[in-house]
T-cell receptor, first 118, second 116 residues
Framework: DTGVSQDPRHKITKRGQNVTFRCDPI?????LYWYRQTLGQGPEFLTY????????KSRLLSDRFSAERPKGSFSTLEIQRTEQGDSAMYLC????????????????FGPGTRLTVL | AQTVTQSQPEMSVQEAETVTLSCTYD???????LFWYKQPPSRQMILVIR??????QNATENRFSVNFQKAAKSFSLKISDSQLGDAAMYFC?????????????FGEGTQLTVNP
């Protein structure tokens, strides 16, 4: 399977614990995105990387959240001191950078990591 | 900031019939893309169709077509000859071409049920 993969698929944790999620993008994609999706809502943008550089962060990404993409390949999203409000599906997507003619490339989504904070 | 609104939380259609899902958006920009994504139950989101705002011609992909009304900021999705496999949550999304960001802004989604 050459699509975007995420690990774990499900995570249950207790309030106050730290959790880390991993995303492996499509191999040739240099852009990687994180979104959060709560039940019954559309995904909300959290952050994105071009290669290893984190180029944009949403205001949703509080100080307890940190994302890395150390070698420009896989990415990790860590949530420290989890709160019940962090319960959501965390989606990762990847794409190629913009085309030479100024167009954009499709974002391909992974299956998500469902986080439940008790 | 841009916003995307899907006013139909749920829609249903009979197999082989046609259904239209609505989407409106708010932006002050003139260059952008609009998308419809499909999210089947417990499966990943996939792109259904995209529309560049500078193109007047409505995009079509097989049984899926859009009605893009730029002045009205409306972007509806028509699914013809509905199939059971079309049942999913559908999200409308906006992507700016004018700002440096790369984010997609999604609507709340429309849950589509296809009845046999």
């Amino acid at each position: 399977d050459t699509g975007v993969s995420q690990d774990p698929r499900h995570k249950i944790t207790k309030r106050g614990q730290n959790v880390t999620f991993r995303c492996d993008p499509i191999s040739e994609h240099n852009r990687l995105y994180w979104y959060r999706q709560t039940l019954g809502q559309g995904p909300e943008f959290l952050t994105y990387f071009q290669n290893e550089a984190q180029l944009e962060k949403s205001r949703l990404l509080s100080d307890r959240f940190s994302a890395e993409r150390p070698k420009g390949s896989f990415s990790t999203l860590e949530i420290q001191r989890t709160e019940q409000g962090d319960s959501a599906m965390y989606l990762c997507a990847s794409s190629l950078a913009a085309t030479d003619w100024g167009g954009i490339n499709e974002q391909f989504f992974g299956p998500g990591t469902r986080l439940t904070v008790l | 900031a841009q916003t995307v609104t899907q006013s139909q939380p749920e829609m249903s259609v009979q197999e082989a019939e046609t259904v239209t899902l609505s989407c409106t958006y708010d932006t002050s920009e003139s260059d952008y893309y609009l998308f419809w994504y499909k999210q089947p139950p417990s499966r990943q989101m996939i792109l259904v169709i995209r529309q560049e705002a500078y193109k007047q011609q409505n995009a079509t992909e097989n049984r899926f077509s859009v009605n893009f009304q730029k002045a009205a900021k409306s972007f509806s999705l028509k699914i013809s000859d509905s199939q059971l496999g079309d049942a999913a949550m559908y999200f409308c999304a906006y992507r700016s071409l004018e700002t440096s960001g790369s984010r997609l802004t999604f609507g709340e989604g429309t849950q589509l049920t296809v009845n046999p």
